[in-house]
T-cell receptor
Framework: AQSVTQPDIHITVSEGASLELRCNYS??????LFWYVQSPGQGLQLLLK??????LVQGIKGFEAEFKRSQSSFNLRKPSVHWSDAAEYFC???????????FGAGTQVVVTP | DAMVIQNPRYQVTQFGKPVTLSCSQT?????MYWYQQKSSQAPKLLFH???????NEADTPDNFQSRRPNTSFCFLDIRSPGLGDAAMYLC??????????????FGAGTRLSVL
């Protein structure tokens, strides 16, 4: 069955430290991959996407993600987190002709001073 | 700025009392989606419109309906809300061609409470 797994439900990180959020997928073909961020009480904002080409993609807010086909992973990273990065992060995948997204369960990021 | 706008941001209704949530967009996208997101869960697709064509997810309850009178507006109707329907409802849009059809733009959501 197709699935998207975010192994970490909750991550706490100190402000200024690096952050890595994990995402693994199980699909028959290479899917389109996305990371979205959701601040409390808000909708989802697209951070970055991977369709093809360079496997290291840059996004907004200083985030980047690396697609590793051999590991079926699309991990999100940020070298130095800011307090405003505290939010829920969703990895999402689609292969559907209408772009139907399948979301992971999300990772809640808490940033401490 | 072009965007997806959901109104109201917060809606309180009574058990069994019909409620309508609205979504408008200035992106001129042909595809519109409605998601339900319960607390600490991922968004779950309820249905989507490709232009005027309505596409219901197999597990979306009959209690949930939708209308799209024109390209810009889409409504979510909950005919008889139950306590289990309390959630954040997210509207999203996308283009309908090329790789862009895979990029969805979300509104800020409407948080529905059922008393």
């Amino acid at each position: 069955a197709q699935s998207v797994t975010q192994p970490d439900i909750h991550i706490t990180v100190s402000e200024g430290a690096s952050l890595e959020l994990r995402c693994n997928y199980s699909y028959g073909a290479t899917p389109y991959l996305f990371w979205y961020v959701q601040s409390p009480g808000q909708g989802l904002q697209l951070l970055l996407k991977y369709f093809s080409g360079d496997t290291l993609v840059q996004g907004i807010k200083g985030f980047e993600a690396e697609f590793k086909r051999s590991q079926s992973s699309f991990n999100l990273r940020k070298p130095s987190v800011h307090w405003s990065d505290a939010a829920e992060y969703f990895c999402a995948v689609t292969t559907d002709s209408w772009g139907k997204l399948q979301f992971g369960a999300g990772t809640q990021v808490v940033v401490t001073p | 700025d072009a965007m997806v706008i959901q109104n109201p941001r917060y809606q309180v209704t009574q058990f069994g009392k019909p409620v309508t949530l609205s979504c408008s967009q200035t992106l001129n996208h042909n595809v519109m989606y409605w998601y339900q997101q319960k607390s600490s869960q991922a968004p779950k697709l309820l249905f989507h419109y490709y232009d005027k064509d309505f596409n219901n997810e197999a597990d979306t309850p009959d209690n949930f309906q939708s209308r799209r009178p024109n390209t810009s507006f889409c409504f979510l109707d909950i005919r008889s809300p139950g306590l289990g329907d309390a959630a954040m409802y997210l509207c999203a849009t996308s283009r309908d061609w090329g790789e862009a059809k895979n990029i969805q733009y979300f509104g800020a959501g409407t948080r529905l409470s059922v008393l």
